[in-house]
């Protein structure tokens, strides 16, 4: 490949970095599953790297939105070409030349992958998975001795920035998916999804997914029922903690049950407004909140003007992802901000890197010349007191070096100012 | 007593100018109070977040040594005039939202009820500065009670109110599928239902109190005129109308949107009978 197209186009602040990757936007499902790297896969793939001098730490991130492999190379361009080889066209040979891979530098990377902790490169805006997925990749290369200090510090900054923005901002705010939703809408009208009674009218995929989604919530309380029980028991053993009722005993349950999701396949209503006032009339005084999913439609849309009943279609429930999708549209210059905070706090660490073997040197040098003047001193005190004369000095030294080297470290030192530091104590640059 | 008097007389000056200043810097922290809610109401802005509970408590703080000051100046409970009782109200509401909020560890609500209580002190540090009557009857045991559980179940009835209102604009908005400023900004429905009916009961059984209270300071006096008492009557009505929402609610099963707008009727009479009874009216509660 030629070196040429992935020069970086400028050198940002920050340590050498390269990033190099492919994603939903650049490559479509059938490159981005061959590229794909599963947990085992993903060490060894960083052990290849790592052999390769050119390399000194990597991180290899892989959704089935995104592969990225982000590395601190020794030699840049080097390392750009190794990683587009071993990690890409080793899978996918054509996916360099075909323009499907992206590459960045530097400053760059940074941010990047502060983005995509951040969910704002997620297909769905905000996606809170993305996050776990960053840990599963750091931790595995940690376990191969693929980060250093730097990478380290880089996916500090990016957990530290994804967690922000799902605490301090919108971004992950409301469902976006129709399963979801109506686990939202529960959570506004009842307190506690624990002791919600949901009913589940029909056992294909859409209530698999709602299903799911109430569990993963904390629901415990759930019935399906289908016109085919057969099909409703293999439903149950599925998703599991889901109780069976006959399909002809649905109108008897919404005496009892407070959300109801109807899901079939019906051409007719199966639950009609005469039937919902009967068994509102039965129930206790409490909301009930009705989910249809089906279209056409499964629950007479008169069903809704039932005083207590909350009736919600797929087109209402498309108007709440909407605007959940609005809100967390709202709420990217918030994140920017935090991405930004976290950077500058990632760049400040660097940049302390930068004065450290300074302050390791100005450390040893004034521990050389305590131990150079006490020991000139020591025949003059008595034997008892040595301990406590280098105790007292060198508690002296550390004091005397504390400032300067926190300083140093905390602040970012232009080449002159570290030069200058060098000089006033004498220090060798050389060493 | 006569201690007491000199003492107060003797730092009258310093409660003065702190009463004077309390009385422009209560509204103002309120209203800071009002734009630091809406910010965590509208946008969840964590440093709103951060700074809505210790403003809170500060307001509280200086609300409470005004309160004080007022019963150290006039040498008894600040509730003899209309500005007094609204000052005395917004205090007592303010109280409870402060303890609803650390128990439930919600301040989701908090804009609508600090709204409410900035409203209150607002009109009462407006509203006329004319020195209170000093009365005997303020210093009868029976009276003060009766004072003190009618503003308790005053406020109880704002903070029901207010969690009627925002029940029924969520309910609205469920029910119409059409999600806008309150939706997934509140507590759940059954929560709000619950805060409403709980208020209200509160405020029940402290207005029952106070009439009771009322009534056996009345027998004591021997008072005659409570059939031409503006403020009786509206007081009697406003007692009927909470006892049959909470009697409904039991037997007929009333479910959270009629209590809810019992609710907002019930804080509406309240502050035509506060109105009334005390610029439109004569009577034993005209002070």
């Known amino acids: 490949m030629p070196d040429s197209p992935y020069l970086p186009e400028r050198l940002t602040e920050g340590p050498s970095l390269v990033l190099v990757g492919t994603d939903y936007r650049h490559a479509p499902l059938e490159i981005r599953e061959r590229v794909a790297f599963g947990k085992d896969d993903t060490s060894d793939a960083l052990v290849h790297l790592l052999a390769r001098p050119e390399i000194g730490e990597a991180c290899l991130l892989s959704t089935c939105n995104r592969t990225e492999v982000y590395v601190r190379p020794c030699d840049e361009q080097q390392a750009l070409r190794s990683v587009v080889e071993e990690i890409f066209e080793a899978r996918a040979p054509q996916v360099e030349s075909q323009g499907r891979l992206y590459v960045k530098w530097h400053g760059e990377v940074a941010s990047h992958l502060l983005s995509v902790a951040s969910g704002l490169e997620s297909m769905v805006l905000g996606e809170p998975e993305i996050l776990g997925q960053i840990h599963q990749s750091a931790a595995a290369a940690e376990s191969v001795g693929a980060t250093g200090d730097v990478l380290k510090r880089l996916l500090r900054a990016a957990f530290n920035a994804g967690r922000r923005a799902r605490a301090e901002t919108g971004i992950t705010t409301g469902a976006v998916s129709f399963g979801y939703s109506a686990v939202e809408l529960a959570r506004n009208i009842f307190s506690n999804l624990e002791r919600t009674k949901v009913l589940l009218v029909g056992a294909g995929d859409i209530a698999r997914q709602v299903a799911r989604n109430l569990l993963e919530r904390g629901a415990?309380?759930?019935t399906v029922t289908n016109r085919s029980l057969e099909r409703a028991e293999s439903f149950a053993a599925e998703v599991g903690n889901v109780q069976v009722l006959p399909f002809d005993s649905r109108v008897e349950a919404l005496r009892e049950a407070d959300l109801?999701?109807?899901?079939t396949a019906a051409e007719e209503p199966v639950l009609t407004r005469e039937q919902m006032r009967r068994g509102m009339a039965r129930r206790k005084p409490r909301a009930l909140l009705l989910?249809?999913?089906?279209?056409?439609?499964?629950?007479e849309p008169q069903a809704g003007t039932l005083d207590n009943v909350f009736l919600h279609d797929i087109d209402s429930l498309d108007h709440l992802i909407q605007r959940n999708l609005k809100r967390r549209r709202e709420a990217v210059p918030q994140v920017e901000e935090i991405i930004e905070e976290e950077l500058n706090h990632f760049r400040k660490a660097y940049q302390g890197r930068k004065a450290e073997p300074l302050v390791a040197q100005l450390q040893r040098q004034g521990e050389a010349i305590r131990a150079q003047e006490v020991e000139a001193a020591l025949a003059r005190f008595p034997e008892d007191t040595h301990e406590h004369l280098h105790r007292l000095t060198r508690a002296l030294v550390r004091k005397l070096l504390h400032h300067p080297s926190t300083r140093l470290r905390r602040e970012?030192?232009?080449e002159s100012q570290l030069a200058l530091v060098r000089e006033l104590f004498k220090l060798d640059p050389e060493e | 007593m006569v201690g007491?008097?000199?003492?107060?007389?003797?730092v009258n000056p310093p409660v003065q100018s702190f009463l004077a200043a309390a009385t422009v810097l209560l509204p103002l922290a309120y209203l800071?109070?009002?734009v630091v809610y809406g910010a965590l109401f509208f946008s969840r802005h964590p440093r709103a977040e951060r700074w809505a509970p210790p403003l809170l408590l500060g307001t509280l703080a200086l609300h409470l040594a005004y309160l004080v000051g007022l019963g150290f100046k006039w040498h008894q409970l600040p509730a003899a005039t209309v500005p007094q009782a609204l000052t005395v109200v917004a205090f007592a509401t303010a109280v409870v939202y402060a303890l609803v909020e650390r128990l439930g560890k919600d301040r989701s609500t908090g804009v609508w009820l600090v709204a409410l209580i900035f409203l209150f002190q607002l009109l009462s540090s407006l509203l006329d500065r004319s020195d209170p009557p000093v009365l005997d009857l303020f210093q009868s045991p029976l009276f003060v009670i009766h004072i003190c559980l009618a503003l308790l179940g005053y406020a109880a009835f704002v903070i029901a109110g207010a969690y009627g209102f925002l029940f029924l604009r969520l309910y609205r908005e469920l029910k119409s599928g059409r999600f806008r400023l309150f939706y997934g900004r509140l507590p759940p429905l059954e929560v709000l239902d619950r805060m409403t009916s709980g208020a209200l009961m509160?405020?029940?059984?402290a207005l029952t109190g106070?009439?009771?209270?009322?009534?056996?300071?009345?027998?004591?006096?021997?008072y005659q005129g409570w059939m031409t008492d503006t403020k009786i009557l509206l007081t009697i009505a406003t007692w009927l109308l909470y006892a049959a929402a909470l009697l409904l609610r039991r037997l007929r099963h009333w479910q959270g949107r009629q209590t809810a707008w019992v609710s907002l009727a019930g804080l509406v009479a309240i502050l035509v009978s506060m109105i009334t009874s005390n610029f439109l009216a004569q009577g034993l509660h005209n002070f």
């Open chain 1, 291 to 299: 989910v249809d999913l089906s279209v056409p439609r499964n629950i």
């Open chain 1, 220 to 222: 415990k309380n759930l």
């Open chain 1, 260 to 263: 109801v999701v109807v899901s």
């Open chain 1, 412 to 414: 970012q030192q232009e």
């Open chain 2, 4 to 10: 007491l008097r000199f003492l107060s007389e003797e």
């Open chain 2, 210 to 222: 106070a009439v009771a209270c009322g009534l056996g300071w009345a027998m004591k006096i021997g």
């Open chain 2, 202 to 205: 509160v405020g029940f059984v």
């Open chain 2, 32 to 34: 800071l109070l009002v």
